[in-house]
């Protein structure tokens, strides 16, 4: 079965940067993009963008461009979401998601906190 | 970018009530690549609905979609107790992909 599994709760410091790692098995790491989707607390859904594993291209949202970094490790079948420059602002849980073009995105991570604080 | 609206924002119901949660978009969603993810507190999103009326795997019968350019609906056609949850819309047509705000739906 698909699983997406993404590493534990971070606290940063603001002005720091956090990597979040996201784990895929069950299906082909390279036959489908990686979203990366972001709620802050009692907030809605925000897009952050995709990465496509099989050629590392990616399509960041406009407003992360500059500051959010997506890779791929095709041999361990793993996703990464680096975030710079973090603020307050910036605390949200983080999901990562497989995307498909025509079915959106059908399984998700179940999350990883990120807390910025001083 | 595509504005999508949802409402109500909070929909009151009892189980075994009808629930209609509608989606509208500010410009025509292409070809239909309209989802809907349910989401209970703590919990990942779900994936619901895809392709404005089509139902993902593993999702119960009671659950449907319809629409299509700018107006979308989800229903719900007889409230379960774990069906009380928060519901987004999503377009995934045109980049940037966008999310509605959110209808809650809560115990009356």
Known sequence: QVQLVQSGAEVKKPGASVKVSCKASGY????????????????GLEWMGWINPNSGGTNYAQK??????????TSISTAYMELS????????VYYCA????????????????????? | EIVLTQSPGTLSLSPGERATLSCRASQSVSSSYLAWYQQKPGQAPRHLIYGASSRAT??????????SGTDF?????????????????????SSPITFGPGTKVDLK
């Not at chain 1, 992360?64 to 490790?73: A, E, L």
């Not at chain 1, 420059?85 to 949200?92: G, Q």
């Open chain 2, 58 to 67: 593993g999702i119960p019968d009671r659950f449907s979609g319809s629409g």
């Open chain 1, 85 to 92: 420059r973090l603020t307050s602002d910036d605390t949200a």
């Open chain 1, 98 to 118: 497989r995307g498909e073009y025509r079915y959106g995105h059908d399984y998700w991570g179940q999350g990883t906190l990120v807390t910025v604080s001083s």
């Open chain 1, 64 to 73: 992360f461009q500059g500051w959010v970094t997506m890779t791929g490790d």
């Open chain 1, 28 to 43: 082909t790491f390279t036959d489908y993009y990686m979203h990366w989707v972001r709620q802050a607390p009692g907030q």
């Open chain 2, 73 to 93: 609906t989800l229903t719900i056609s007889r409230l379960e107790p774990e069906d009380f949850a928060v519901y987004y819309c999503q377009q995934y047509g």
